[in-house]
């Protein structure tokens, strides 16, 4: 089966397609509240006859940002409407137990993640870090069920900030330093963004691990930032970019 998979955030909306359990390609966007849902099913098919991909049965969406997941729910009724559809939202079946105040407050990408990390997890308690335009850090019990988090700023926000509030600073290429005790501006905002959080991954995972007082914790890294950081932590113990895309592949199957 040919499954078509949009995670859409703040920033990007990554675009995967699986054959069976195989993510076949992917693709990184530019998530524009002002794409129509036309515009989006011409995107969405372009990438899709680039890969040479054979016709789309089920269609599987994660969307965090409002003013887009209209266009998608036309786009899906009006380009898609003979294919078996999940969104990720209230009532959907995920699989995931969330244990918070208001259950319909977590995003719809952290509950495909914490899905993601149950089954590739499964017995064990898991820290999701996600690395985006925010930097989300999702718990994940024994269980698979979804206990909490933490959110913080993600390094682009940052990086924005400090061009638009620094008289003196600008805007910068986001890479490793040569070192943390930088000699140049440039590289102090480097050396502020990269390593400020790797110390920011490694404090807030150290203290989750501490409140669950389990000692094998799977710590899973993934998210459009996330290479950029991972080289300077030492609390993350896998890389998984895909993470939300087999999150959503999941969802399908569970609501197929």
């Known amino acids: 089966m040919t499954l078509l998979c949009l995670d859409v955030r703040n920033s990007q909306t990554v675009v995967g397609v699986f054959d069976g359990d195989e993510l076949t390609a992917s ?3 530019a998530s524009l509240d002002t794409r129509t849902a036309d515009e989006w099913h011409l995107l969405i098919e372009g990438l899709l006859a680039q890969h040479a991909a054979g016709p789309v049965e089920a269609v599987a969406l994660a969307c965090t940002v409002p003013a887009i997941l209209h266009e998608m ?6 380009h898609y409407a003979r294919c078996a559809v999940s969104i990720v939202e209230p009532g959907t079946r995920t699989g995931v137990s969330i244990l918070m105040d208001n259950p319909r407050e977590v995003g719809a990408d952290r509950i495909v993640n914490a899905a993601a990390a149950g089954v590739l997890y499964a017995g064990r308690p898991c820290i999701v870090v996600d690395l985006g335009t925010a930097t989300t850090f ?7 069920r979804y206990v909490g988090g933490a959110i913080s700023a993600g390094i682009g926000i940052s990086l924005d900030a400090l ?10 290429e986001l890479v490793r330093p040569r070192g943390v ?9 480097q050396s502020g963004m990269v390593f400020g959080f790797a110390g920011l991954v490694d404090g807030i995972v150290t203290r989750m691990v501490a409140a669950l007082g389990a000692e094998d914790v799977a710590v899973v890294a993934t998210g459009s930032n996330a290479d950029v950081v991972l080289g300077e932590c030492t609390t993350v113990t896998a890389h ?13 199957e569970r609501n197929s």
């Open 27 to 29: 693709w990184r966007v």
């Open 240 to 252: 998984v970019p895909d993470l939300t895309l087999i999150g959503l592949r999941i969802v399908a």
């Open 181 to 189: 005790v930088a000699k140049n501006t440039v590289e102090a905002i």
């Open 138 to 144: 999702d718990v994940v019990d024994a269980q698979g």
């Open 163 to 172: 061009a638009r509030r620094g008289a003196q600073l600008r805007s910068v």
């Open 73 to 78: 729910r036309l786009l899906l009724e009006h």
